[in-house]
């Protein structure tokens, strides 16, 4: 784990260490070493400088976003974003995050992706990579 990411977990209401640290575990290990870092104040993932995956803590709980989510059609992201193509879901006790229903969403991530990197270029348009 980057310290700056271990940072950032350990910095959470305790509640949400735990579910902070297993989601780093998990994507952490399936995405390998595609970049990662604080970004926007949380923790994200990259695939060639498209952000794919990150997670905040917010009033609702531990929120994992996958920013092409709406496109996995995964029942596991029931928070679809208004905007843009993001789709999440909210952790609130460490028992209800499933490794397996993450890996299937990040086995997707790899492979369906809006360019957000280039989304300033095109003037708030996305566009399917």
């Not at 902070?20 to 949380?42: D, T, V, Y």
């Not at 993932?45 to 803590?57: A, D, H, L």
């Not at 028992?95 to 369906?112: F, G, P, Q, R």
Request: hydrophobic content about 35%; aromatic content about 10%.
């Amino acid at each position: 784990m980057l310290p700056d990411i271990e940072k950032y977990n350990n910095k959470q209401d305790e509640k949400y260490i735990e579910i902070c640290n297993l989601l780093e575990s998990i994507i952490s290990k399936e995405l390998g070493r595609e970049e990662n870092k604080i970004w926007h104040a949380h923790p994200v993932w990259f695939i060639n400088g498209n952000p794919i995956v990150g997670y905040s803590t917010e009033k609702k709980g531990v929120r994992l976003m996958f920013w092409s989510g709406a496109d996995f059609d995964e029942e596991l992201l029931n928070e679809k974003g208004q905007k843009f193509k993001d789709a999440s879901v909210f952790f609130n006790n460490i028992d209800e995050v499933n490794e397996n229903d993450i890996i299937k969403c990040l086995i997707k991530a790899k492979t369906i992706q809006w360019d957000y990197k280039n989304i300033a270029k095109r003037k708030g348009i996305l566009e399917k990579i």
